[in-house]
């Protein structure tokens, strides 16, 4: 019997390995690479001052609507349930007021520009990783032929190679990859494109490019790590290369994404808030970040040897969802890298970088899921000896970024059962003093009115705060096709975000649940393409939030629930017709004023329009043919070819 082209391809096509040690980490014990720079500069003292700045002003607004939440449940005496409803507030409410402040920082930086890296030494030798696992291979190989079509066109004088990092475990599967690898090369027949497919899977994504690194990582001296579904234009990439090349203290320098490829109304919401307040909030960070920014697991430049030598990571300790494989690698790689001396940066000026969303609110609870358990992980992490404390921060904020969830459920939950009497708690002279009624002596506003208008209008400040960056910029604003069309889509996207937030409370809240229990989420391969799922499946899945929801809805009508709740319950009870609506594609009525249209929408950029002109051209044939037995690197001319199985 025939043995199938990946098979034969572990014997004929294996290039020559350039092994390159990977050591586990210890967590127990501080790291230093002694490869890193001996001495980095110490850290400016405005720097410092900025870091105390953002953390200061968080917490000083936390304290203060904390203090007046009590002083609002003086009257009588503050019960036990009161202060533990004040301290789920406060816990939820400093991570709003740094988000906050942190996004004041980015819009007051919105005119400042990323200045042109100084020009490397020497050319660079460039991997290009993209990790698959049961993807399509034709749109795989379409975003891997537009790169290296797009890095062609800049004439850099670095070299690059991109290797297609097969995860696939499904056999027949593999041989529609080394199909499409095949019709890829003839494409792009001068391209160093690579295709290597494992089958033991050991480690996940992070344990397929740490294979890549003991086997292949030696002969390059950076990588740059993409997503299946995500592409970068090739003067992007050589402005990574070159700002690597030019800053010998820096192992890893982070991208900001933008979505495109999305037809959905939800896919459409997604890509809108990330166009439109995303740069903010990542100019933001990068402002007091710095040299400790974070990683987000693709679309980033990394030093090879620095990640080999400093992020090699063990198994977690203990069974369950809490132990062995770490799943949310890049926060940890990141912490481990600055562990070690290396800087870890973030460009959010530098465009030219995209990545797919999950097109239907489904897909995105399925994958959130899995994110949930990877950060909930980082507890047994956080801990690790020597890590710097900024990169102890990004663990914690990706674990808060779960917890907030289930907090502000409970907080809620228990405010059912808690009354105030807003009126005696100002004029009680007995009493706690309140806060507003000492700076609005001449009003009637209670604590809290102020507690509920403060956490609104900190909540919504990343929100304002982006839009305004696009509508105060001209070019901004003609890019989303004038003020009038980015006002009106902004308020769309701010009512149905708000819809949406009280159902992704309530599966975020179960995603914690099922994690503490120990049901693990397992490695499924993300569903890339809207699916119209049933509105009865849609009922099954949103049960638990229709359910509360109509309980809730009952509450207000016979008087015992407030109807400041109100916009929650809708977006409860109405959590599966919502979704049903967001999985369908936006309305003529929406393309034809303008409307929820991002930029990258409006005019698709140059590097999609190379993965959709190769997607074309790799469309399958009716049959599949394999490689001819008689393959070889030479005979399909290419001489630095890898169709492996290891």
């Known amino acids: 019997m025939t043995s199938p082209a990946w098979e034969r391809g572990a014997h004929e096509s294996l290039p020559p390995e350039a092994p390159l040690a990977m050591p586990e980490q210890c967590f127990d014990t501080p790291f230093h690479d002694p490869a890193a720079p001996a001495s980095q500069a110490p850290v400016r003292p405005f720097l410092s001052f900025r870091r105390l700045g953002v953390f200061s002003i968080a917490l000083a607004t936390t304290l203060g609507l904390l203090y007046e ?16 409803i004040a301290t789920l507030f406060a816990a939820n409410f400093f991570w709003i007021s740094l988000s906050g402040v942190n996004v004041v920082l980015g819009f007051l930086g919105r005119n400042r520009r990323s200045t042109a ?30 790169m290296l079509k797009s890095l062609d066109d800049t004439g850099s004088t670095h070299s690059f190679s991109l290797f297609v990092l097969s995860d696939t475990r499904d056999a027949d599967a593999a041989e529609e990859e080394v199909a499409m690898y095949m019709r890829a090369k003839r494409l792009v027949p001068n391209a160093r494109l690579f295709y290597r497919r494992r089958t033991g899977n050991i480690g996940r994504k992070a344990g397929n490019i740490e294979e890549w690194c003991r086997r292949w990582g030696a002969a390059y001296e950076a990588m740059v790590v993409l997503d299946a579904d995500s592409v970068m234009e090739g003067q992007t990439i050589v402005h990574l290369v070159d700002e690597l090349a030019s ?14 490829q999305t037809d959905t109304l939800f896919g459409r919401l997604q890509q809108f808030a990330t166009a439109a307040y995303g740069q903010t909030l990542a100019r933001g960070f990068a402002s007091w970040f710095v040299g400790e920014s974070n990683y987000w697991g693709h679309n980033a430049i990394i030093r090879t040897r620095a990640f080999a030598a400093s992020a090699g990571l063990p198994d977690l300790k203990g069974n369950g969802p809490f132990g062995g494989t770490v799943m949310s690698h890049d926060f940890v790689e990141a912490a481990l890298l600055r562990r070690a001396g290396w800087k870890v940066r973030l460009l959010p000026e530098l465009g030219g970088s995209f990545e797919e969303t999950p097109p239907t609110l489904i897909d995105h609870v399925v994958r959130d899921q899995r994110w949930c358990q990877g950060n909930l992980q980082h507890v047994g992490v956080v801990g690790t000896a020597g890590l710097h404390p900024l990169s102890r921060f990004h663990l914690v904020h990706g674990i808060m970024a779960y917890m907030a969830a289930p907090l ?26 309140s806060l507003t009624r000492s700076v609005t002596i001449n009003s009637d506003m209670t604590p809290m009115q102020l507690i509920f208008t403060v956490t609104i209008g900190v909540l919504f400040l990343p929100k304002v705060l982006g839009f305004l960056s696009q509508v105060l910029g001209h070019d901004h604003a003609r890019s989303w096709g004038g003020r009038g069309r980015l006002t009106v889509s902004f308020i769309l996207e701010v009512l149905l975000s708000a819809a949406v937030a009280p159902v992704l409370m309530v599966q975020q809240t179960l995603a914690v649940m099922r994690t503490l229990a120990g049901q693990e989420q397992g490695w499924n391969a993300q569903r890339r393409d809207a699916a119209r799922d049933s509105f009865g499946s849609l009922l099954r899945i949103h049960a638990v939030e229709t359910v509360l929801g109509l309980g809730l809805l009952y509450g207000i009508a016979v008087g015992v629930i407030t109807l400041w709740l109100t916009p929650v319950v809708v977006g409860l009870v109405l959590a599966a017709p919502l979704s049903s609506l967001l999985a369908r594609r936006p309305a003529a009525l929406f393309d034809s004023l303008g409307l929820l249209i991002a930029p990258e929408q409006r ?3 140059e590097i999609a329009e190379f993965a959709g002109h190769f997607h074309r051209q790799l469309a399958p044939s009716t049959t599949v043919a394999s490689a001819p037995e008689n393959t070889t690197p030479s005979s399909i001319g290419a001489a630095d070819v890898v169709v492996a199985s290891a």
């Open 69 to 84: 939440t009590l002083a609002a449940f003086s009257v009588g005496g503050v019960t036990p349930s009161e202060v533990g």
């Open 117 to 146: 890296p100084a020009a490397p030494d020497g050319p660079m030798n460039v991997a290009l990783l993209v990790p698959a696992y049961n993807e399509d291979p034709g749109r795989v190989f379409a975003n891997a032929s537009a």
């Open 247 to 260: 800053d010998p203290t820096a192992g890893l320098i982070q991208t900001v994404p933008r979505l495109i």
């Open 408 to 433: 502000w459920l409970l907080f809620i939950l228990l405010g059912l059962f808690t009354t105030v009497d807003p009126m005696a708690s100002i004029f009680a002279v007995d009493h706690w003093q």
């Open 603 to 605: 005019v698709t950029p």
